[in-house]
């Protein structure tokens, strides 16, 4: 067998996925195999990535928080939906590499084209990294403890509260900068094509830009990542186009046909930046329409968000104990030890009467009786609230407030005080989404006709900005 034939051996390791069949990872090569391939030494490669604390803290973070109580099956982690990302950002980066590197030859002629590996492991790392900033129970933790402090400061964007990006953006830089600038190469059997260029490494700052959210406009940034960054933070992005089909296979749900591959097909790079041919639009509609599925049946159970109230009781005095009352931002080396196992093992202890305090503080590890109880009731799928009531809207950006304050009178809040042991829930999803859609810069649509690309949101006109689930709880007897 031949060097070349033994080089996707001895460079690519092999993961089975059921969604996406089989994801590659590349291992660092030794310097006779690297010489023997043509290949410049290498001190790191993916594997030494994946084997970081800080990814491997992700088989400690479950992928679908509280709902993993209600559907037996969603046991599976951020960990594996990361490497998931990470494949489909790989396979978006290959396909849409030839348009990207002919659309910068006519923009910027007098510029070199990044290289397909640069471009392709640049996105890879991009999706393998985005949710390495989760706390325990993911965006639970951000709605009730980031949430509380601002994001470090960045003169791109102002009065901005901290979210899992920033942290994921920090890890990025201050934890895992030299691994990432060390990999020198995507997988595949191509060695000319999938390794970066002797010129090129690439910029951890780079993968921070890619995930940050909302999109943070930056003209410093090299062109064809700009054009880049919908794809991490878009109409259609490679981390939802990989949650929505795991997670509704592991849960064992059907959400109707989701065609990725004609998305995939009838996306290209254009003056514009990242466009949708006009043929692939049915396939977008239909992927927002299995995602706005998966909020309302799945992430937005009755059982589920009935889980969440008593949660969200109990939450933050349960981080204080184990964690305190500083931001995860300013304390990285403790936060990489904040995951579920940490506070879940806690928990039990706690909803055994073990470790219970009238007055606890700060990280002495100790919670109320009545922060005890609460926890047996999750524990043991007990929830305290049962639902009374339930009002679905779907609605358009300019009419939410008033959508929202009808609802809310309608299942009895109407602004005089709430009696005890009732609670209201407003389950809301971007269905269309919204926010991306806003900016007309995050995609455009190219006509059948050659007329020039428009800007998605004067397309997708027949889905809803919004939808919206809106519950009255009362407290079980």
């Not at 990302?85 to 849409?96: F, G, Y």
């Not at 692939?280 to 309302?296: K, V």
């Not at 949660?311 to 995860?328: C, D, N, Y």
């Amino acid at each position: 067998m031949t060097d070349s034939a033994h080089s996707q051996l001895w460079a690519v390791n092999l993961v089975s996925d059921p969604i996406h069949g089989y994801i590659e990872l590349t291992k660092r090569l030794t310097p006779d195999r690297a010489a023997r391939l043509g290949l410049p030494d290498e001190s790191a490669a993916e594997g030494d990535l994946i084997d970081s604390a800080w990814l491997q803290r992700m088989r400690r973070i479950s992928q679908l928080q509280s709902a993993r109580w209600v559907f037996p099956t969603a046991e599976h982690s951020r960990f594996t939906h990361s490497l998931g990302v990470m494949h489909e950002a790989s396979l978006w980066a290959r396909h849409l590499y030839p348009s990207l590197r002919d659309t910068l030859a006519v923009v910027e002629p007098a510029a070199p084209a990044p290289s397909e590996g640069l471009v392709t492991e640049t996105m890879r790392l991009a999706g393998l990294l985005h949710d390495v900033g989760h706390g325990p129970f993911a965006h639970f933790f951000d709605e009730h403890i980031t949430h509380r402090f601002p994001a470090p400061a960045d003169p791109r964007r102002k009065g901005k509260n901290l979210t899992h990006e920033d942290l994921s953006q920090l890890i990025i830089e201050r934890e895992l900068g030299d691994l990432i600038r060390s990999i020198r190469r995507a997988p595949g059997d191509t060695p000319a094509r999938d390794a970066l260029r002797p010129d090129e490494s690439i910029d951890p700052r780079w993968l921070s830009f890619l995930i940050s959210k909302p999109a943070i406009v930056d003209a410093t940034m090299p062109r064809w990542l700009r054009w880049l960054q919908p794809l991490l933070s878009g109409v259609f992005t490679v981390d939802n186009l990989d949650y929505v089909r795991r997670d509704s296979y592991l849960i064992g749900v059907s959400t109707g046909p989701v065609d990725v591959e004609r998305l995939r097909r009838y996306s290209f790079i254009g003056e514009r930046g990242l466009t949708l041919y006009e043929p692939g639009l049915g396939a977008l509609e239909m992927f927002l329409t299995a995602r706005r599925f998966m909020y309302q049946q799945i992430y937005f159970h009755r059982s589920v968000r009935a889980i969440d109230i008593d949660l969200a009781e109990v939450f933050r005095p349960s981080i204080l104990a184990i964690f305190g009352e500083g931001s995860p931002a300013d304390d990285l080396s403790h936060y990489a030890d904040l995951d579920e196992y940490a506070l879940l093992h806690q928990a039990a202890l706690w909803s055994r009467g073990e470790s219970l305090s009238e007055n606890p503080r700060p990280c002495d590890g100790t919670v109320t009786p009545e922060v005890g109880l609460v926890w047996r009731a999750i524990l043991l799928r007990r929830p305290r609230w049962r639902p009374d009531g339930e009002l679905r809207r779907d609605y358009e950006a300019a009419d939410r407030a008033a959508v929202l304050d009808a609802v809310r009178k309608e299942l009895g809040f109407d602004g005089t005080a709430v009696p005890a042991g009732v609670a209201l829930d407003l389950a809301e999803v971007d269905a269309r989404p919204a926010e991306a859609i806003a900016t007309d810069s995050l995609l455009a649509v190219a006509g059948r006709d050659g007329a020039p690309a428009v800007p998605v949101s004067r397309m997708l006109v027949r889905l809803p900005a919004y939808s919206l689930i809106a519950r009255r709880y009362v407290r079980a007897e």
